[in-house]
């Protein structure tokens, strides 16, 4: 798999990463044995950029992520977020972005994911009772003591972007974006590439929308909470969601590819500064992830693409109001 550089401190990663949060949590039942025989499929084909967080689980999943890489930790680039505070008994306790818990969240990262450094460190969401200065200059002091390698945000508004790094030198920014969520676009993207800051772009297939693998939310998996979180899996919108799909399938069908394929291919060709992270706790669907790298997609394929689903044409919020005041901050 090609590579490419988040950033220009010297971040280089596999142009397509693995999102590891459904191995343990939010997307149905897992299995931790099938999970960590994903992990490795994907170090074999290539994707070393792994992404879990302290939340997911809570907890659990850098658990899962150090064991299956406890004994391959030079292959992989391994990104972990804090700042989504939750409880032992899985409460969401809110956004914390005070110095003292960025010190405690990293120490505690590690420890679960059995490694002495995290290459790239987000803050998982911007904490709006602490200025993100002395949030970053907690993170810069990890960095300076070999702790973390290099800083991330996640979710921020570009003025926050500006503002930290003022403080030390941000290498990606993680959001979402897909054929469904678009808004970086407005003023993310520029600012991350008048900064030079790598964009990685979280539930490139819209949280598994654009797989085409669902008729109705009936089809979701048992134990599954899309359907209960998030907008466009409500029932008007997800027929009217399912419309745009349809489009995106006859496109993908001309081109021998699944409509996950094309909208993975879709996301890695709108700029090398981007690095999609689909999230899978399958091989066979890692597999079928791998392979939209090799989907080469023309000027005509994309205008193809954008006519079918335009710009804001997907039915719902990605968000309800309470998580949205909490993104692009």
């Known amino acids: 798999m090609d590579q490419r550089n988040l950033g220009n401190q010297g971040l280089v990663v596999s142009e397509m990463g693995l999102g590891c949060m459904g191995m343990s949590e939010f997307y149905g039942t897992t299995d931790e044995d099938e999970s960590v025989a994903t992990i490795h499929r ?20 850098e658990k899962l992520v150090g064991k299956a890489i406890a004994d391959r930790r030079d292959q992989v680039v391994l990104a972990t977020k804090f700042g989504n505070e939750r409880g032992e008994d899985g409460s969401f306790l809110g956004v914390n972005g005070r110095p003292e818990y960025v010190r405690s969240a990293c120490d505690a990262s590690l420890s679960r994911l059995g490694v002495d450094y995290i290459d790239l460190y987000y803050q998982h969401r911007v904490d709006p009772e602490t200025p993100i200065e002395e949030t970053v200059g907690a993170m810069k002091e990890l960095v300076e003591a070999g702790k973390v390698r290099y800083l991330g945000l996640s979710e921020a508004g570009a003025q926050t972007i500006r503002q930290a790094q003022e403080v030390h030198q941000i290498s990606a920014l993680q959001s979402e974006y897909s054929l469904f969520s678009r808004d970086v676009e407005d003023d993310i993207l520029p600012t991350l590439r008048e900064l030079n800051i790598g964009f990685v772009a979280y539930s490139p297939l819209g949280r598994g929308f654009l797989t085409g693998r669902w008729k109705s939310v009936s089809d979701m998996p048992e134990g599954d909470t899309r359907a209960a979180r998030f907008p466009r899996f409500e029932e008007e919108n997800f027929r009217k ?4 799909v349809e489009r995106v399938k006859e496109i993908a069908a001309e081109k021998d590819a699944t409509p996950g394929q094309l909208a993975l291919a879709w996301v890695l060709a709108q700029g090398d500064d981007i690095v999609p992270i689909p999230g899978t706790k399958r091989r066979k669907y890692l597999e079928e992830n791998v392979a939209a790298a090799d989907l080469a997609l023309t000027s005509d394929d994309l205008k193809r693409i954008e006519e079918a689903m335009p710009r804001g044409s997907a039915a719902g919020d990605r968000y309800y109001e309470q998580q949205m005041r909490a993104v692009n901050r």
């Not at 994907?42 to 999943?61: K, Q, S, W």
């Not at 969601?241 to 745009?244: D, K, P, Y």
């Open 42 to 61: 994907a170090i074999e084909l290539g994707v070393t950029f792994l992404d879990t967080a302290d939340m997911y689980g809570p907890f659990t999943n």
């Open 241 to 244: 969601n399912l419309g745009l």
